[in-house]
Structures are given as C-alpha cells and as structure tokens.
C-alpha cells in the first residue's frame, strides 16, 4: 500500500501520533529517527538506509561521538544560559527542559553515560560552578561572555572612582582644617582653684566667646544679661526662624514648580539608564526566517509574530502561506521597512515605543527615527541600529 495522501484520515492520524515525545529505546539516533512502537523500529534497523548509516559510523566511530557530544553540550549550556542566567540551579531541572524538546542529542549517544558525570566534567572545564547536596547536584552557568566581563570592569572602576573621589574629599577637608589652625595658636587651658577670703564673697564666672576661665575673687565686672539684651536675643532669633522658614518655603516651590522639559529630560535619563535585554521579540512586527532547517520553503520568508513565548520564542504567520511555526529568536532576524514606514523600538532606552523610520545609515548600519507614542512624541532620534526595531504589521 503507498503512503498516505495529504489531508487522508491515514495521514492525520499519523502525525497527530508523531507529535510529542516518544520511547527512548525506540529512538536511532544515527539515523536521528524517532519510532513510534517496537515493530517500527525493527523494520528501521532493517532498513538499507539504517545499515548505510552504521557502515559509516563503523569506519570512525569517535568522530560521530565527538560531534554528538559537543552538539549535546552547546545545546544544554545555551539552554542553562538563556533560561536561567547565572542563577544557582538543580541538574535534573535543566535536564528535563532540554528532553522536552523533541529533536534533542540523546545521552546515550555521548561521551557521558549520566547526568551526574556531565555535571562533573562540567565543574572540572570550569564552564559551571557545581556542587553536591543531599538533595543532588546543582549548577550555576559561568557567563564568560565579553559584553558582561566589559560590564562588570565597567561598574568596578566606577566603585573605586567613587571611593577615591571619597578619600580626596576626606583629604581636602583635613588641609583646609589643618590651614585653619595654622594661623591660631591654641592656648593650653588653665585651670585655677576656686577659693574665697571669706564665707560671704561670692564665686562669679566669666564666660567669653570659645573660652572658659574662672576667678576665684569678687568682682563687679562680670558679664549679666539684663532685660534689654534678653529682647534683643530674643527678637534676633524670631528673625533667623522667619528667614529659615521663608527660605524653605521657596525651595518647595521650586521643587514643586518643575517644567514639562525637566520632567522629559527626567524621562529620557531614565530609559538611557534602563540596561539592554536578550530578547527582543514582541508581538505584531515582521521578521525573517534566517534558518535552513526548515526547508527552503521557509527560508528568507517574512512572517507576522502573532505570540511571544518564554520571551525567546514566537508563533510566526508566515505571510505568503499563513503556516503557522514556533521558532526561537536566533532562526529570526528583524526587518527594516522603508523610509516614511512604522516601526516598533524593541530594544534599548527607546524600547517598546512606536514611531516612523526617517532615514538610513548604510555606513554604520543605524537609522533615524522619530517617536510616535509616549512622552517623548515628535522626538527625532539617531544611531538605533538594525536589530533594535523592526517593521510593524
């Protein structure tokens, strides 16, 4: 019997049972065939196209495992990567994540026969931290990637800039305390017994401006305070709280007097600050197929991102077609309209905004735009390169 035509009942039924995860055992990886029950795979071993594939395996067998293996290492590094970061994580919960996907590297068909000893080759090439627990072994990703070393040497040197711009202030102000003293000689205090001819003599005080002394003999010259002095202090000080209190009102004011442009230079200051993302997918903009895994069917095809998943992956309509795929963001890349045409910003400062593209830099590979929605509307800005916006449905 032929196989089955397109649309047949046959042939639903058939791809509905291929979809999803199958049996291991029932699985070739040479072959990269997935079967779904015990006859099918005898028949496939039995196959001329099987034993074609064995006889080259047989002539090097180390290089098919060398390449499985390192397919299965990248691939499970970028999926640690990408999903986690560098958050401390248990093996088996990666593992899992990586076995769901349907066309993965079996690791039986690599250098490691378990889990456990890939998460210790691993921690001996240095590529994970890993550690063992009562609970198992967790891992945590070493990125090494340049960007983020540049990055953290960035934020170092800025810590200890902001500690030495610390320690020249301390510095400055201890010269200028030092000079200050310099021109004044400071008087070693002198210290006198308090006595009296007699018990009716009084002890009087007399208390001067950065200075104590006492006597211990009558005078008339000590310093009172009369009435008239006490008015005086006292309408001076009213005088200093109604300045202080003055002065405070106006700087509220001009606090809470703030312009429109204040407020945007604000907005922008804050969106420059804002750190840029790996991901860059967002729903309603036209991408590109970049991959050749799917067939030359799809590829540098345009399709519509109808939902983002996971942040790294989409469903595309494709536009020619209306198929619908779910594909990362690495088989994608975006696309650049021309000039007078919507875009959407999906990275940097600028990200999420909808605006109009302007022009095009072919030297530096960045266009011109200008902001459609959001405060900064009507605001022409330069240098956002390609991978940063791309063309809206």
Not at 41 to 46: D, N, P, T, V
Not at 149 to 161: S, V, Y
Not at 181 to 201: H, I, M, V, W, Y
Not at 356 to 363: A, D, V
């Amino acid at each position: 019997m032929g196989k089955s035509d397109f649309l047949t009942p046959k042939a639903i039924a058939n791809k509905i049972k291929s979809k999803g995860l199958q049996k291991q055992r029932w699985y070739c990886q040479m072959c990269q065939k997935q079967c779904r029950d015990e006859n099918g795979f005898k028949c496939h071993c039995m196959s001329e196209s099987h034993q074609r594939q064995l006889l080259l395996a047989s002539e090097n067998p180390q290089q098919f495992m060398d390449y499985f293996s390192e397919e299965f290492r990248n691939d499970f590094l970028e999926l640690l990567r990408r999903r986690f970061g560098t958050k401390r994580v248990h093996n088996n919960i990666v593992y899992n994540e990586y076995i769901s996907h349907r066309e993965h590297i079996h690791m039986n068909a690599t250098q490691w026969e378990t889990l456990t000893d890939f998460t210790k080759w691993l921690g001996r090439e240095r590529l994970c931290k890993v550690d063992e627990t009562p609970k198992g072994w967790y891992i945590q990703y070493i990125d090494r990637d340049p960007e983020t070393i540049r990055q953290q040497l960035e934020l170092e040197k800025k810590k200890k800039q902001d500690l030495d711009d610390e320690e020249k202030t301390a510095k400055f102000i201890e010269e200028q305390v030092r000079r200050g003293l310099e021109g004044k000689e400071q008087e070693a205090p002198t210290f006198t017994e308090l006595s009296r001819e007699n018990d009716e003599e009084k002890v009087t005080f007399n208390l001067s401006k950065g200075a104590c002394s006492s006597s211990g003999a009558t005078s008339s010259k000590s310093s009172t305070l009369g009435p008239s002095a006490l008015k005086t202090v006292g309408s001076s000080a009213s005088v200093k709280r109604k300045e202080s209190a003055q002065s405070s009102a106006q700087s509220k004011e001009k606090k809470k007097k703030k312009s429109a442009l204040d407020e945007i230079m604000e907005i922008e200051e804050e969106k420059k600050r804002t750190a840029r993302t790996d991901y860059w997918l967002q729903p309603e903009i036209i991408v590109k197929i970049i991959t050749k895994k799917l067939g030359e069917k799809y590829h540098k095809k345009k399709g519509i991102v109808k939902e983002v998943i996971d942040k790294y992956t989409a469903v595309v309509k494709m536009i020619d077609s209306g198929d619908k795929l779910k594909l990362d963001q690495t088989h994608l890349e975006t696309v650049i309209p021309a000039p007078g045409k919507r875009i959407l910003v999906l990275n940097g400062g600028y990200r999420g905004n909808e605006g109009t593209l302007e022009s095009i830099n072919e030297k530096t590979f960045s266009s011109t735009i200008v902001i459609e929605t959001g405060p900064l509307k009507g605001r022409g800005v330069e240098g956002i390169q390609y991978e940063d916006f791309s063309k809206l449905a």
